[in-house]
């Protein structure tokens, strides 16, 4: 299977306005991208779908939105302030700084798990593949050492008197450290979920390929609480929903993989990620997880409360098992680029540029296009009205061709043309994305048509 430029897609994504790089007027800030008009629109509708999927149509789920500062105490729960880090090694030629594992997965196209190595192992494996460095191209690096992972930054007015805290490096403490209050106040009975999307920070040195690994990123988790007896059937069902999830959102089977952990955490009993084949080769698209009882444990001993759940029937007391799904939303946007992006040859010769995304998650679901200029009134007329159903365009500038290939090129499902016909009859032209077919259609049936066509 050829894999496509990946070059191509972040071009076409800075021009059209899915995504730009960070801080760009001042040379740029490694590893952080800036949602535009376009790309805001296709991520939000990812998270949407998401959460629809894993929340609304789930009847023991239930969604939260904790703080990304949290005490302390938190990270010496999870262990994440006593061993939070990367191996990372330096080019002694470029200064350049680079994670050992990547560089190995990276040359291995995703064949070769780094996650087990240990440090003299992955030294071995850069040594004798003579693995390069990316900027520079010499090799001559420094031995492997370990970098802290978490952003500190400190609360207080007095300074001397100033406490550390951190920037959340994942989202999942915040459910499990609110899992009682969720339960209590939803009445939720096991197995139940807490779902969450939201923010958390990586202090990743390494040039991420574009939206696939960056220093602030987007999470949407779902941590499933059970019996112990039942984690493994979960787990299971889990993997089959996140994959049936991947499918749905357009990320096509033959690009999706299970890939299970070779080495596993102490605490857990199965840990499996879902990969895609990313232009640079296959890459974790998300993760599931079965975590036994380890999470809310250490939050029991580190806090002092106790987080046993009693079944409301037999009144038996237990810490329940997690399983956890996660999913990041940047790398899921990127994947769903990925899949979408397409050059077609049409006749004649030419060629379009057009974006196959599902429109259900598409930015704009519709462009309004007049014929003419001096057809605007009509066709503003029509996109107020369609603009309070779902996401429009507004398109007047340029030939119609040109105008159909720029709504193409940002993934807009159908286009709607007003014509001089239109103020006589009162029906417009839909055109359709991928096939460009066109229909006629009245002005006052386009809504449930183009809703119809974009549910999810």
Not at 290 to 315: A, C, I
Request: glycine residues 6%; charged residues 30%.
């Amino acid at each position: 299977m050829e894999l496509k430029n990946l070059d191509k897609i972040v071009t076409l994504c800075k021009t059209r306005g899915f995504v730009f790089p960070g801080s760009e007027i001042y040379g740029g800030f490694a590893n952080t991208w800036d949602f535009g008009p376009v790309g805001v629109e296709l991520e939000n509708n990812i998270k949407k779908a998401w959460w629809k999927r894993f929340v609304q149509e789930s009847p023991n789920a239930y969604g939260v939105d904790a703080s990304i500062l949290m005490n302390p105490r938190t990270w010496e729960a999870s262990g994440h302030a006593q061993g939070f880090s990367d191996p990372k090694m330096d080019c002694k030629s470029c200064k350049q700084r680079f994670r050992a594992d990547n560089l190995i997965e990276e040359h291995s196209h995703g064949e070769t798990e780094a996650e087990g190595m240990t440090t003299e192992q992955m030294e071995a494996y850069i040594a004798e593949n003579k693995i390069k460095c990316p900027h520079c191209g010499n090799f001559n690096w420094t031995p492997i050492r370990q970098f802290k992972l978490m952003f500190e930054t400190s609360r207080g007015t007095v300074e001397g008197e100033k406490d550390v805290v951190y920037l959340r490096p994942e989202t999942c403490q915040g459910e499990y450290v609110n899992f009682l209050n969720v339960q209590r106040t939803a009445r939720a009975k096991v197995p139940f979920a807490i779902a969450q999307i939201g923010k958390s920070f990586r202090n990743e040195i390494t040039p991420g390929n574009f939206l696939f690994r960056t220093i602030e990123f987007e999470q949407m988790e779902l941590q499933t609480f059970c019996k112990d007896e039942d984690a493994l059937r979960i787990y299971e069902e889990t993997k089959k929903r996140a994959w049936q999830f991947a499918e749905d959102i357009g990320l096509k089977a033959d690009k999706l993989r299970f890939h299970d952990h070779e080495k596993l955490a102490f605490y857990a009993k199965a840990a499996c990620d879902i990969q895609y084949k990313f232009p640079v080769g296959w890459e974790e698209l998300n993760g599931v997880h079965h975590r036994s009882t380890w999470d809310l444990s250490r939050h029991q001993e580190f806090s002092g409360k106790s987080m046993l759940y009693t079944d409301p029937v037999t009144n038996e007391k237990y810490l329940p098992t997690v399983v956890e799904y996660s999913i990041g939303v940047g790398r899921l946007t990127l994947a769903a680029l990925c899949e979408a992006y397409d050059e077609e040859t049409l006749e004649g010769g030419d060629t379009r540029v057009v974006m196959h995304l599902h429109p259900a998650i598409a930015p704009y679901k519709l462009a309004i296009l007049p014929l003419q200029k001096n057809l605007s009134e009509k066709a503003t007329e029509i996109y107020s009205a369609l603009a309070k159903e779902f996401m429009c365009s507004y398109d007047e500038a340029g030939s119609i061709g040109k105008r159909y290939r720029r709504q193409d090129e940002i993934g807009t499902p159908f286009c709607l043309t007003v014509d001089f016909d239109t103020l006589e009859d009162g029906m417009v032209t839909l055109r359709e994305r991928d096939s460009m077919n066109q229909i006629r259609i009245k002005i006052d049936e386009v809504a449930n048509y183009i809703n119809e066509k974009i549910k999810f």
